[in-house]
């Protein structure tokens, strides 16, 4: 093996995930600061902890997300497992491209696009069928939901791509009805995306401002949108604390997520 | 074959399917119609389309809403293309090593490094944009690295700029970049570069003939995965950039929020949607064609 290009692999991945993971590390850093002057280094303290913990528009705000969070990804789970299950093993339906267009656009779309859009649909069924009556925590995880089953659409899809259909020709066989098979065996085989795709729609939700930002109404303020506010005044050492928990919460989650998947993946050819 | 016909089919086609249609393709609708609506100081802000007059339906449709984006926000459209290009290209010459490296990497290593990638997607983009500002800011820490190593007198001026807007693009959009070229480069056969090498190409020869061109459905994978969203982005241009950098994404949030001209946001929107389609479509096709079969 060439040796130059061995150290240039290494020297750019070490580069790489520095760039990536700087700007993060230094604001778990700064969260410990006491000083409230970014850049200034004024010893250890989790004063801006205990400010964070008396924060009640911050805390209203975080069960607000956590609230829409678990609801979008949950409709989102739903809705994007069908998704995915339909685009991966109908291979002809009325309808295919425009469902596969429908499915993927989302991913990209700018999401000022996404919530301009919902906004104004909502707006205009509210003063032609009465409904919504108002926005707010519905409205969001209604949008939140809907960019949100894309992905899981997208997660379940590839997995389903690398099942092995032979278990379920198995199952159908052996006389188990196709419902029961869906739910027995090909279901519980692609758990690893379903879980992973629940995961990914709940951060999602917790990480959006421009979407909540469009479809909420007065009674509901996100997370993102409190940080946000907060942030245009100024960078201030309370959002750095607050960032800092959400990151120990994402990374327990996902690392939870993927341990749980890696073991399941080990267990399965002991077990077939 | 599944096993599943008729009504199973559709019960679980149907879901999703009517999901999108009206929370995705409708409100297109609706913000086309209200583009061509006029703007008025009611709740919502903006006139009916057709209002039933003595000569029956009439309609209040006007285009004026897109001769005022013609007069003014041209150039937010050409900057928001220019930088979601300029980042674009600039995650690919960052992204490229990095996934090349993993992909080349020991065994074991590379599903810990792809997690590496991931996650920093996994946490809030509002709070990695917020980070680079106390690295950027003319007191934050890079300006003070600079002058401690005696490379600067003045403070530079590293933020709310064009150069902020793109390093803040290339940050938030690297991974989206690096997975899909992973995931050509990770399928691409050694031995045919070895086979090369056998034969006598230099190793710059080789990965020009052999790698670049197999992993060419992941690059353009990957560049369309950063540059559809990048034209239209709003948290980044309006935290990291000044007063002077135009965006797409920030007009149309101005002309809503600020201004509360809802037809004019309208119509920016739509004219957003029109410069996408092309890549949209695209995206589509490649999107359709990299799926494993």
């Given at each position: 093996m060439n040796k130059r290009l061995t150290v240039f692999r290494a020297v750019s991945l070490v580069l790489g995930f520095g760039f990536l993971y700087l700007p993060i590390a230094l604001l778990v850093a700064y969260s410990f600061n006491r000083?409230?002057?970014?850049?200034?280094?004024?010893?250890?303290?989790?004063?801006?902890?205990?400010?964070?913990?008396?924060?009640?528009?911050?805390?209203?705000?975080?069960?607000?997300?956590?609230?829409?969070?678990?609801?979008?990804?949950?409709?989102?789970?739903v809705l994007g497992t069908c998704a995915g299950f339909s685009i991966?093993?109908?291979?002809?339906?009325?309808?295919?491209?425009?469902?596969?267009?429908?499915?993927?656009?989302?991913?990209?779309?700018?999401?000022?696009?996404?919530?301009?859009?919902?906004?104004?649909?909502?707006?205009?069924?509210?003063?032609?069928?009465?409904?919504?009556?108002?926005?707010?925590?519905?409205?969001?995880?209604?949008?939140?939901?809907?960019?949100?089953?894309?992905?899981?659409?997208?997660?379940?899809?590839?997995?389903?791509?690398?099942?092995?259909?032979?278990?379920?020709?198995?199952?159908?066989?052996?006389?188990?009805?196709?419902?029961?098979?869906?739910?027995?065996?090909?279901?519980?085989?692609?758990?690893?995306?379903?879980?992973?795709?629940?995961?990914?729609?709940?951060?999602?939700?917790?990480?959006?401002?421009?979407?909540?930002?469009?479809?909420s109404g007065p009674s509901a303020t996100t997370l993102p949108m409190a940080v946000y506010s907060s942030v245009r005044i100024g960078v201030t050492p309370e959002v750095n604390a607050l960032a800092t928990v959400f990151l120990a919460l994402v990374i327990v989650l996902v690392a939870l997520a993927f341990s749980l998947i890696a073991r399941q993946e080990r267990r399965r050819p002991a077990a077939g | 074959?599944?096993?599943?016909?008729?009504?199973?089919?559709?019960?679980?086609?149907?879901?999703?399917?009517?999901?999108?249609?009206?929370?995705?393709?409708?409100?297109?609708?609706?913000?086309?119609?209200?583009?061509?609506?006029?703007?008025?100081?009611?709740?919502?802000?903006?006139?009916?389309?057709?209002?039933?007059?003595?000569?029956?339906?009439?309609?209040?449709?006007?285009?004026?809403?897109?001769?005022?984006?013609?007069?003014?926000?041209?150039?937010?459209y050409s900057n928001s293309l220019f930088y979601a290009a300029?980042?674009?290209?600039?995650?690919?010459?960052?992204g490229y090593p990095i996934a090349f490296a993993i992909a080349r990497a020991p065994r074991v290593w590379r599903n810990p490094l792809l997690f590496l990638v991931i996650l920093p997607f996994w946490t809030s983009l509002l709070i990695r944009v917020y980070a680079w500002i106390a690295i950027l800011q003319p007191t934050g820490l890079l300006n003070r690295a600079l002058r401690a190593l005696g490379l600067s007198d003045a403070p530079i001026l590293l933020i709310y700029n064009d150069f902020s807007v793109v390093?803040?693009?290339?940050?938030?959009?690297?991974?989206?970049?690096?997975?899909?070229?992973?995931?050509?480069?990770?399928q691409l056969d050694e031995s045919l570069v070895e086979a090369a090498a056998d034969l006598g190409a230099r190793p710059a020869r080789a990965f020009l003939d052999i790698v670049l061109p197999l992993s060419l459905p992941g690059i353009a994978a990957g560049a369309l995965l950063v540059f559809i969203p990048a034209i239209g982005e709003f948290v980044i241009p309006d935290l990291l950039g000044?007063?002077?950098?135009l965006m797409v994404g920030?007009?149309?949030?101005?002309?809503?929020?600020?201004?509360?001209?809802?037809?004019?946001?309208?119509?920016?929107?739509?004219?957003l949607v029109a410069i996408l389609t092309a890549p949209l479509l695209v995206a589509q096709r490649v999107i359709e064609r990299a799926r494993p079969s």
């Open positions: 000083s409230r002057l970014v850049a200034v280094w004024g010893g250890w303290s989790l004063r801006w902890y205990a400010a964070l913990s008396t924060d009640d528009a911050f805390r209203a705000a975080a069960l607000t997300s956590l609230e829409i969070g678990v609801m979008a990804a949950s409709l989102a789970l991966a093993r109908f291979a002809r339906f009325r309808g295919r491209l425009v469902f596969s267009f429908m499915l993927m656009a989302p991913l990209v779309v700018p999401e000022v696009i996404l919530g301009l859009s919902l906004l104004l649909l909502f707006v205009a069924s509210q003063a032609w069928l009465g409904w919504p009556a108002s926005r707010g925590i519905l409205t969001v995880t209604i949008a939140h939901a809907t960019f949100g089953s894309c992905f899981v659409a997208v997660l379940v899809r590839a997995q389903l791509a690398g099942f092995d259909r032979s278990l379920e020709e198995a199952a159908l066989d052996l006389g188990a009805r196709p419902g029961a098979v869906l739910w027995r065996v090909t279901l519980p085989g692609i758990s690893p995306a379903l879980v992973s795709g629940w995961l990914l729609a709940f951060t999602l939700s917790l990480d959006d401002l421009v979407v909540a930002s469009f479809t | 074959m599944t096993g599943l016909d008729g009504w199973r089919r559709w019960a679980l086609i149907a879901p999703p399917f009517v999901w999108l249609l009206v929370f995705f393709l409708l409100p297109l609708g609706v913000v086309a119609g209200i583009s061509l609506s006029q703007s008025a100081d009611t709740i919502p802000p903006y006139a009916p389309l057709f209002v039933r007059g003595p000569n029956g339906l009439e309609t209040s449709a006007t285009l004026e809403n897109y001769q005022v984006i013609c007069q003014g926000c041209l150039r937010a300029l980042a674009t290209a600039l995650c690919l010459l960052v390093l803040g693009l290339v940050y938030a959009y690297l991974p989206f970049m690096i997975l899909p070229l992973y995931g050509s480069l990770s000044g007063p002077r950098t920030k007009v149309l949030w101005q002309e809503f929020f600020d201004n509360v001209d809802w037809p004019a946001a309208a119509a920016v929107a739509m004219v």
